[in-house]
């Protein structure tokens, strides 16, 4: 068993909110971790301190047994780590192929300015991105799609493309803030096929979901937060029991 992302004791306040405390779990690698508890739980700022977007008061976080607490965020793509956001990022005017080379673009050597004046090395690696984006695709069964502007495509088909182009930047660690948001329960359906197959594929993936169904049917370990706290870490089917979950969740909707 080898773990690949440790979270220490993290705690972060904001103001006069305590927003984490002292939050500890791990993910073993190609396992599916899921986030859930109720809005205002902390989830999103665990994520964007897994990701350098925020940084913590107190507590560590190791990726393949290197600190990155306070690695700078546009630097861990290259060292395998990849998120997508609670609300999508997509370029509207871009094709859903272009959005998902943006994905892959870390990956290249040839810089903004080299590939703004199309030097040759810079088209060599444009292409490459091209391929990348196209097996992407065709991964996601999405194919049909590729040259249509993203903003032109319904919002179940925008969160898939999501997930490719950060298929097409070939993370070992994927962190997905709700990415069920927003769709309905065909595209969910879709969506949890898609996170089962690049499960399968070998990406360790860390998932916030309010969506119960998806979170019983892809994940194997549940870290359950209510107001800043770790109320429970277990198996789906160990959380779903849990006194302390369910009373969490009182007064919310699970969907
Ligand atoms: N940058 C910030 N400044 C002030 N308060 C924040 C900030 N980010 C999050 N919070 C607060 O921290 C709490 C946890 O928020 P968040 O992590 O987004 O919860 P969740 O994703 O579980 O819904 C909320 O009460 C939220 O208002
Ligand atoms: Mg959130």
Known sequence: MTLLLEVAGISRRFGG???LT???????????????GPNGAGKTTLLDIITGFTRPDR????????????ADPFRLPSMGLMRTFQSARLVPRLTARENIMLGGHYLTRAGFWSTGLRLPSARREEAALRVRADAALRFLELSR???IPASDLP???QRLIEVGRVLAGSPRLTLLDEPAAGLDDTETRELADVLRAVKSSG???VIIEHNMGLVMSVSDRVLVLDA???IAEDVPE?????????SAYLGEVPA
């Open 145 to 147: 799609f590729a040259d």
């Open 238 to 246: 160990a959380v779903q029991k849990d006194p302390k979950v369910i």
């Open 59 to 70: 507590g560590d976080v190791t990726f393949e047994g290197h600190p990155i607490t306070h």
């Open 17 to 19: 909110l305590q927003a």
């Open 228 to 230: 800043g706290n770790r």
């Open 203 to 205: 990406i360790t993936m």
């Open 22 to 36: 002292d939050v500890s779990f791990s993910v073993e690698e190609r396992s599916v971790q899921a986030i859930i």
């Open 155 to 157: 919002a179940g088909t």
